[in-house]
């Protein structure tokens, strides 16, 4: 149940922050990857306070990212 609540988390963590980088169009290249950092720091800390493992919170957080994207692209793709 954790992982789930957690990967719901996560979830809304990643639409922030395309939301973010949608609303600020105009960053440089090197803005946008320390924003990524930022938020794929944030999304690993609420993993780990949650109750996970550091080893469990970096899965699962680099299968929400990787999975959220990918949809994302998909998405915009189809549209």
Not at 6 to 27: A, K, P
Not at 32 to 45: E, K, N
Request: charged share 10%.
């Amino acid at each position: 149940m954790r992982v789930y609540v957690i990967g719901l988390i996560q979830v809304l963590i990643w639409s922030t922050f395309s939301l973010v980088t949608w609303l600020s169009g105009s960053d440089s290249l090197l803005a946008r990857g320390v924003l990524l950092i930022i938020f794929c720091y944030i999304a690993f800390v609420i993993a780990t306070k949650i109750g996970l493992t550091r080893k469990g919170s970096l899965l699962i957080t680099a299968i929400s990212f990787f999975c959220f994207f990918s949809f994302e692209k998909v998405f915009w793709f189809l549209t």
